[in-house]
């Protein structure tokens, strides 16, 4: 499909440029990595919830949206007008779908064909499938469940409602509690261990994949269940939800960096096959890991995403390879600004 936004190839200049974000997710740190990389930056935000962006004073301009759906021909003007550079983030595509993503004429980083192979369970299983990766477990038929299960509804937004069943009767007893009419819905394996959410960045420019930091999730109310007895767990008839609250960072034990490593040079090297430019930039592996260091991948997200937020001043990891702050969101401007300036701009847009 041929561009339609008007590269400035002629520019080696990463000042003709401006990176731009949506106000959510992890805006304020690719706001700042821009600045902190000598470029300019734009955030586009839905109106009541800019006052972060004002706040930590990280942007030099703040669009506002009454609604997502205002994302059109003209709000897409006035980007392409600046030589804006859009980052995607999760709630970037949650707000705005993948349809309209691939239909967006504004230069955006990163590749838009993968988001097929993220967002579709099936696609998805095969790319990590092929790049051999531990999975969990997926049951064709709650008849099928002989262990621990955890059972995914599509509409279950953020990991809210999953629920964990041990047999086909709890599994359509809860069914019929909780989503009498879902049919959309994953039946995985429950792996025992912790989670473990390893952030990468793939260069094309460089050729190197880097491990930036890695998080775990605080999520409610599986983080408070601890909290009380295990009788009055029960007493309290208590379904565990994975409601996102925050990020934790985490340090790995060293020995598993060179497995981390190969994780994620398979899943590059394989998603090269599976569409054009393949994935670069930014992802992240979500896996659970056992008491045997077995690394379960339950999920791949092809593009930043919130777990490197606490690493705005840089993370154990990139403070080793970097003599400045490395944020991922640095990252990304820093790329950008050398792919302008190498004149290779096309490389790293979607
Ligand atoms: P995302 O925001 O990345 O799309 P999500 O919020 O929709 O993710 P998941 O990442 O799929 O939800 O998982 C939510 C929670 O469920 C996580 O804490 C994870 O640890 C747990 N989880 C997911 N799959 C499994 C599994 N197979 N075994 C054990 N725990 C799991």
Not at 6 to 20: R, Y
């Amino acid at each position: 499909m041929a561009k339609s936004y008007p590269i400035p190839q002629a520019s080696n200049n990463p000042k003709d440029f401006v990176i731009a974000t949506m106000g959510s997710h992890s805006a304020l740190q690719i706001l700042k990595g821009a600045r902190d990389e000598g470029m300019r930056n734009l955030v586009i935000c839905k109106k009541g919830k800019e006052r972060p962006y004002k706040s930590y004073g990280v942007a030099d301009e703040i669009i506002l949206v009454d609604e997502w759906t205002d994302w059109n021909e003209a709000l897409e003007e006035e980007l392409m007008k600046r030589n804006a550079i859009i980052i995607p983030h999760g709630s970037f595509i949650a707000y705005l779908g993948h349809e309209r993503v691939q239909k967006m004429r504004t230069m955006y980083y990163g590749t838009k064909e993968i988001l097929e192979w993220e967002s579709d369970r099936r696609l998805e299983r095969e790319w990590l499938e092929k790049s051999q990766l531990m999975l969990p477990r997926v049951f064709e038929k709650p008849e099928d469940i002989d262990k621990p299960v955890i059972v995914k509804f599509h509409g279950a937004g953020g990991g809210f409602g999953y629920f964990v069943v041990k047999s086909p009767e709890q599994f359509y007893e809860v069914k019929r509690k909780k989503y009498p009419e879902e049919e959309d819905f994953v039946i995985q394996e429950y792996i025992l261990g912790v989670p473990l959410y390893i952030h990468y960045f793939y260069s094309p420019i460089t050729k190197e994949l880097e491990i930036m930091s890695l998080d775990k999730r605080y999520e409610s109310n599986a983080d408070s269940i601890g909290r009380i007895r295990a009788e009055d767990q029960l007493a309290a008839n208590i379904y565990t939800s994975y409601t996102i609250v925050g990020n934790i960072p985490i340090v790995v034990r060293e020995s598993l960096l060179p497995e981390l490593f190969e994780m994620g040079d398979r899943v590059v090297e394989v998603s090269k096959t599976l569409c054009g430019k393949g994935l670069f930039g930014p992802f992240c592996l979500e896996t659970i890991v056992t008491r045997k260091l077995q690394i379960v991948v339950f999920e791949i997200s092809a593009r930043i995403v919130a777990g490197t937020n606490p690493f705005i001043e840089g993370s154990p990891y990139t403070q080793l390879k970097y003599d400045v702050p490395m944020s991922t969101g640095r990252r990304i401007a820093r790329e950008i600004k050398q792919a302008i300036a190498a004149g290779r701009l096309d490389e790293v847009l979607g």
